[in-house]
């Protein structure tokens, strides 16, 4: 199932610890919009062409306010190593409950080459100042995703 979510709906909120341990609220980024993206895997093919394009925009992103924030279920010390491995400069939040995967509709059956199974569905939420979600994208085809997210943002701010 893809994401019931949508754009104006409240943002669900979370509180996830990323790959130092450090606790991170939705709440801590009230005023700034926050780019939350869910991934499948660390240092599988689509995740880090989708990571290192959110890497390669972020200092843009950051100029226009934003936040950016990955989530997966992979533990605190696979994030650290993919971090550090792609020079990640953004938090990886780890969700391995799926918690917070579930409520923005990102965990749950999926289609991959033909065969399906349960797990997460690489989206991407854009949470607005306010709290809002300002733009779903779900699914999402990593390579290019980034720059789309970028472009919104630009649009967004006009």
């Known amino acids: 199932m893809v994401t019931s979510l949508k754009a104006g709906d409240a943002a669900p909120s979370f509180a996830l610890q990323d790959q130092d341990g450090v606790t991170r609220r939705l709440e801590d980024f009230s005023g700034k919009n926050v780019v939350l993206y869910f991934y499948p895997r660390d240092e599988t093919p689509g995740c880090t062409t989708e990571a290192c394009q959110f890497r390669d925009e972020h200092s843009v992103l950051e100029e226009l306010g934003a936040i950016v924030l990955g989530v997966s279920r992979d533990d605190q010390a696979s994030h650290k190593a993919f971090a550090d491995h792609w020079e990640l400069p953004f938090p990886l939040l780890v969700d391995s409950d799926t918690e917070i995967s579930n409520a923005y509709g990102a ?28 733009h779903v994208w779900a699914p999402v085809t990593a390579d290019g995703h980034a720059e789309e997210v970028r472009r919104t943002i630009e649009e967004l701010a006009k």
């Open 107 to 134: 965990w749950g059956e999926r289609e991959i080459r033909g065969e399906k199974s349960i797990g997460m569905i690489r989206s991407t939420f854009l949470i607005g100042p306010d709290g809002n979600l300002a």
